[in-house]
């Protein structure tokens, strides 16, 4: 495992689990920001990413509401790139995107404003499981006529199926539920 990393996963690793409808949904502080997350991790989110992917003239960062927010920010002011947020509101501007999200725990309606055509973009997340929520903001930028340069996660729960991603996730760290615990993966 990448040691810039190592603050993340030491911060996963007592993570509950908690049933969600008979789906096993861990907790933690870059999922659901609870307990609190601290700066050392939100630190080592936006350098591993800036470590995996090429950053070089991209004209925003796109994080879907509520928890790619705050890796976003972390990685907007690590690099001084724009943040655009996906909403779970509508605002009824006139270029606003509507789409569908559809997770393996629940469905919303999303909502992009504040990208361009031609926008070179990279789209954040906490954590890839079924990919509904990057298949529905990819739609969106498509949309949008912007460019997706790149998509990167925190985490990819290997555990999962990913049936609705069609597309390449980086991600910085694999994780698995297991026996009700959470299990931190060396993904290199």
Do not use: W
């Amino acid at each position: 495992m990448d040691s810039n990393l190592e603050p993340l996963a030491r911060s996963l690793r007592d993570a509950p689990v908690v049933d969600r409808d008979g789906y096993e949904y861990f907790v933690h502080g870059v999922t659901d920001g609870i307990p609190p997350l601290e700066p050392a991790v939100l630190e080592a989110v936006a350098d591993g990413i800036r470590d995996r992917i090429d950053l070089e003239g991209v004209d925003k960062l796109v994080a879907p509401e509520a928890m790619g927010i705050h890796h976003g920010t972390a990685l907007s002011i690590a690099t001084g790139i724009p943040l655009v947020v996906v909403r779970k509101r509508e605002y009824g501007f006139p270029e606003e995107v509507a789409v569908h999200q559809t997770t393996s725990y629940g469905e919303d309606e999303l909502y992009l404003n504040g990208v361009d055509p031609g926008d070179r973009v990279v789209l954040v997340d906490d954590v890839l499981s079924s990919g509904g929520t990057i298949e529905a903001v990819c739609e969106a930028l498509e949309a949008a006529e912007a460019e997706v340069s790149d998509i990167v996660v925190v985490l990819r729960r290997v555990d999962a199926d990913h049936e609705d991603v069609s597309r390449e996730v980086t991600n910085l760290l694999d994780v698995r539920v297991r026996d009700g615990a959470l299990e931190v993966l060396d993904s290199e």
